[in-house]
Antibody, heavy 122, light 108 residues
C-alpha cells in the first residue's frame, strides 16, 4: 500500500532554514507528484507548492516564492521541502501528499504523510 | 486569488444527514475534492472529481457540485464522522491548489 513517511519534528530559530523529507513506498515514485501542505496550530490547510517526481517541475505558492524549494531523489524515492528565512508564523505541521505528476483540475491529494511539526522559537 | 468558503461548524445528531457546503465563483466549472481530518490525524481524501469515492471510503459519503456551490453529504452520520472537512479545487488563473477554510462537524 502507498506510504509516505516524513522526517521528525524540528525546532528552529527565526531566520533559520528547515528541510522536511518524505519517503514514499508502495508505488512507482516517478509516476506521481507531491504537494506540500501546512497547517498552523488550530488553523486550516494551506497549499505551499507542488513538484513532479517525473521531471522535477515545480510550482510554488506565491506566498512562499523566494524562500521555498522542493526537490526529489528518485534513487531513494524521497521528496524534500526546504523553507528558509523562518519566522514565528511558520510554526506549523507540514504535510507531504501524493498527487498527479502533472497539474490541473481534477487532481486530488490521495495519500498523506503523518506530518512534521516545525516549531520556530527564539 | 480564488477563494473557497465553508461554514466554520455544523452539528448533527447520529443517524441524520449532514450537508457541508463549499462556495466559490462558478465553482461548478471546476472539479472539487473533499478531505476528512479527524483530530490529531492527517487528512484523508474522501471525494474527488466532485462525486467520486476512493476505494475504502464509505458509501454514506457523497458529493455534488453545481453553480457556485459544492456539497459534501454524509448520510446516516456516525459518531466516527466527527472531524474537520475541507474542500479543495484547482485555480488555473494562479496555477494553485486552493483549500476552503474547513468545517468542523460535531455529531452528538
Amino acid at each position: 500500500q502507498v506510504q509516505l513517511v516524513q522526517s521528525g519534528a524540528e525546532l528552529k530559530k527565526p531566520g533559520a532554514s528547515v528541510t522536511v523529507s518524505c519517503k514514499a513506498s508502495g508505488y512507482t515514485f516517478t509516476n506521481y507528484g507531491f504537494c506540500w501542505v501546512r497547517q498552523a496550530p488550530g488553523q486550516g490547510l494551506e497549499w505551499m507548492g507542488w513538484i513532479s517526481a517525473y521531471n522535477g517541475d515545480t510550482n510554488y505558492a506565491r506566498k512562499f516564492q523566494g524562500r521555498i524549494s522542493m526537490y526529489t531523489d528518485t534513487s531513494t524515492n524521497t521528496a524534500y521541502m526546504d523553507l528558509g528565512s523562518l519566522n514565528f508564523e511558520d510554526t506549523a505541521l507540514y504535510y507531504c501528499s501524493r498527487t498527479a505528476r502533472g497539474q490541473g483540475s481534477g487532481y486530488a491529494l490521495d495519500s498523506w504523510g503523518q506530518g512534521t511539526l516545525v516549531t520556530v522559537s527564539s | 486569488s480564488y477563494e473557497l468558503t465553508q461554514p466554520p461548524s455544523l452539528s448533527v445528531s447520529p443517524g441524520q444527514t449532514a450537508s457541508i457546503t463549499c462556495s466559490g465563483d462558478k465553482l461548478g466549472n471546476r472539479f472539487v475534492c473533499w478531505y476528512q481530518q479527524r483530530s490529531g490525524q492527517s487528512p484523508v481524501l474522501i471525494i474527488y472529481q466532485d462525486s467520486k469515492r476512493p476505494s475504502g471510503i464509505a458509501e454514506r459519503f457523497s458529493g455534488s457540485n453545481s453553480g457556485n456551490t459544492a456539497t459534501l453529504t454524509i448520510s446516516g452520520t456516525q459518531t466516527l464522522d466527527e472531524a474537520d472537512y475541507y474542500c479543495q479545487t484547482w485555480d488555473s488563473s494562479s496555477n494553485s491548489w486552493v483549500f476552503g477554510g474547513g468545517t468542523e462537524l460535531t455529531v452528538l
